[in-house]
């Protein structure tokens, strides 16, 4: 898709929004973002949705949304790296060099049942994950969706505007979000907006 650097900028800005808040950002707050005005958002924004990559909802503030199917350009950059054997974790095993390759964005099966194609990044701030391996400043990598199954670890936004990272379970009167962590209570909530799906974490060592 042929885009403008602010054409981008919006689409990256819409996203971020939507994910971290449940809900897009107005006109003015675009304009005041990158710096241009009102009028020029609105010319750019009415753009984006000829081409297929914006929708919104009519007579409905901070509606807009990335169009189903698309994947902001820069969740679309390969994260494939040379895949040159196993390591033994356990009893050692025998040097076999294999020169392979590993695509992470197939590797973590982005796209493949939600009907999307994008990944994005969170940090993790907190440790009420820790039992189930994700701990406090991971990177956590999650598939844009809104709709999850019992079992799923996911970013829920709540309606006191919190999000929060747990396991969802659909319970018969209301959603459970399960820590994995002794120390922290259940969430119960009748309602929350699935923001997105953990499909792996990202876990640095200095």
Known sequence: MNLTPKQLRILQLIRDSRIRRGYSPTMQELADEI???????????????????????????????????????DESRPLRYPMVGKIAAGHPIEKVENIDEIDLGEFLGAGS???????????????SMRDEGILDGDIILLERAQVAHNGDRI???????QTTLKTFYKEA??????????????????????????????????
């Not at 970013?155 to 505007?161: H, I, Q, T």
Request: hydrophobic share 40%; glycine share 8%.
């Open 155 to 161: 970013v829920a936004l709540l309606d006191d505007g």
């Open 113 to 127: 049942d939600r009907g999307e194609n994008s990944l994005f990044a969170l940090q993790v701030d907190g440790d």
């Open 35 to 73: 710096g241009v005005s009102k009028v020029t958002v609105f010319e750019h924004v009415e753009a984006l949705i000829k081409k297929g990559a914006l929708v919104r909802e009519p007579n409905k503030a901070r509606s807009l949304s990335i169009a189903e199917g698309i994947a902001v350009p």
């Open 173 to 206: 009167d209301h959603i459970r979000l399960q820590p994995a962590n002794p120390d922290f209570e259940p969430i119960r909530v009748k309602f929350c907006q699935v923001q997105g799906i953990v499909k792996g974490v990202v876990r640095r060592y200095r």
